[in-house]
């Protein structure tokens, strides 16, 4: 048996996680607190040691594994493999991650972005399969996009294709990737949460009430997740803000629909989770804004993987690195 080894480094948490080669089933997984404030060597040092854990539940030895993927928020330096201060991993500057686990185990380890990895996860194992040219988007705490294109991950020059999130779609408006109404801004969990307190305000001036609030001392409470709740619930004031939302994100889709021409984009957690609030605005805009026979080959839809996205991210990294680094050869 061979088997993919699967490292997701996260600001709160590590997994390590096991696949065969041929099955998609996760074979093990083991979890740990990152705890970052220990520094970037302890950490390093978990990962190395959860691994053989790992190893050993999989009744595996070093040999049997052809490679190891580590999906990381960025910035970073794939082609190295090096972690490069990311926001969410204080102290992390310059870390040769992948050279330090290789090194130890002897088996090739690869590096991707967090959205390059869920990409390239979809595209093997989820929503994405069988398409040759994909659009992952993360529209979660941020906006950000994995490219693939001609049925290999792009990730541009030097590892900064697809941050669609910095994209402009108004000039004033939520803010967001540090720039006013831009897609991130729109299209964010932190960007709808802005969006609404901004509305809220107007909303009782103008002498009106939502579920959520009734006043000025409760907008502060208002999240995304609320406010989903409420639109579901039928709140009108939270469904108003989920279509604004939707029509938002129609106007950057059709940006990557015009530009890249994908036969699919897959769509993650918000989008994932409240899908009924938000495709009927993000459709309409996208019929108005992208070319019909470009939007005609593409299918928009949610993410499959969910909960396990992580695991088969950092898995499908090993895959994919394993898959070039073999074509090279």
């Given at each position: 048996?061979?088997?993919?080894?699967?490292?997701?480094?996260?600001?709160?948490?590590?997994?390590?996680?096991?696949?065969?080669?041929?099955?998609?089933?996760?074979?093990?997984?083991?979890?740990?607190?990152?705890?970052?404030?220990?520094?970037?060597?302890?950490?390093?040092?978990?990962?190395?040691?959860?691994?053989?854990?790992?190893?050993?539940?999989?009744?595996?030895?070093f040999?049997?594994?052809?490679?190891?993927?580590?999906?990381?928020?960025?910035?970073?330096?794939?082609?190295?493999?090096?972690?490069?201060?990311?926001?969410?991993?204080?102290?992390?500057?310059n870390?040769?991650?992948?050279?330090?686990?290789?090194?130890?185990?002897?088996?090739?380890?690869?590096?991707?972005?967090?959205a390059?990895?869920?990409?390239?996860?979809?595209?093997?194992f989820?929503?994405?399969?069988?398409?040759?040219?994909?659009?992952?988007?993360?529209?979660?705490?941020?906006?950000?996009?994995?490219?693939?294109?001609?049925?290999?991950?792009?990730?541009?020059?030097?590892?900064?294709a697809?941050?669609?999130?910095?994209?402009?779609?108004?000039?004033s408006?939520?803010?967001?990737?540090?720039?006013?109404?831009?897609?991130?801004?729109?299209?964010?969990?932190?960007?709808?949460?802005?969006?609404?307190?901004?509305?809220?305000?107007?909303?009782?001036?103008?002498?009106?009430?939502?579920?959520?609030?009734?006043?000025?001392?409760?907008?502060?409470?208002?999240?995304?997740?609320?406010?989903?709740?409420?639109?579901?619930?039928?709140?009108?004031?939270?469904?108003?803000?989920?279509?604004?939302?939707?029509?938002?994100?129609?106007?950057?889709?059709?940006?990557?629909?015009?530009i890249?021409?994908?036969?699919?984009?897959?769509?993650?957690?918000?989008?994932?989770?409240?899908?009924?609030?938000?495709?009927?605005?993000?459709?309409?805009?996208?019929?108005?804004?992208?070319?019909p026979?470009?939007?005609?080959?593409?299918?928009?839809?949610?993410?499959?993987?969910?909960?396990?996205?992580?695991?088969?991210?950092?898995?499908?990294?090993?895959?994919?690195?394993?898959?070039?680094?073999?074509?090279?050869?």
């Open positions: 048996m061979k088997y993919f080894l699967g490292i997701d480094i996260g600001g709160t948490k590590c997994a390590v996680s096991a696949k065969e080669k041929d099955d998609a089933a996760i074979l093990s997984k083991i979890t740990f607190a990152t705890d970052s404030g220990r520094g970037w060597r302890a950490v390093v040092d978990d990962i190395i040691s959860t691994a053989e854990k790992v190893l050993k539940n999989i009744n595996a030895s040999t049997d594994i052809l490679a190891a993927g580590i999906s990381c928020g960025g910035p970073l330096d794939s082609k190295n493999g090096i972690i490069m201060s990311p926001p969410n991993l204080p102290g992390w500057d870390v040769p991650v992948c050279e330090i686990i290789k090194s130890h185990f002897g088996f090739p380890v690869f590096l991707q972005n967090d390059n990895a869920c990409a390239l996860a979809e595209h093997r989820g929503a994405g399969r069988g398409c040759d040219n994909m659009i992952f988007l993360t529209f979660g705490t941020g906006m950000g996009a994995g490219l693939v294109l001609n049925g290999r991950l792009y990730s541009g020059t030097n590892d900064l697809g941050e669609v999130g910095h994209i402009r779609l108004s000039e408006g939520p803010a967001g990737y540090g720039k006013e109404g831009s897609f991130e801004g729109f299209c964010s969990g932190g960007g709808i949460e802005r969006y609404a307190k901004q509305k809220a305000k107007e909303f009782i001036n103008s002498g009106k009430t939502s579920s959520l609030f009734l006043n000025e001392n409760d907008i502060e409470n208002i999240t995304a997740k609320s406010l989903a709740g409420a639109a579901e619930n039928g709140d009108e004031f939270s469904k108003e803000i989920y279509k604004n939302c939707g029509a938002k994100l129609g106007e950057g889709l059709a940006v990557l629909v015009d890249l021409n994908p036969q699919c984009i897959v769509i993650g957690s918000i989008y994932a989770r409240s899908e009924k609030l938000l495709r009927s605005s993000m459709l309409e805009t996208l019929h108005k804004e992208a070319l026979q470009a939007l005609s080959v593409c299918r928009i839809v949610p993410a499959e993987l969910g909960d396990n996205i992580g695991d088969y991210a950092a898995i499908g990294t090993a895959a994919d690195g394993y898959e070039r680094m073999s074509s090279d050869e």
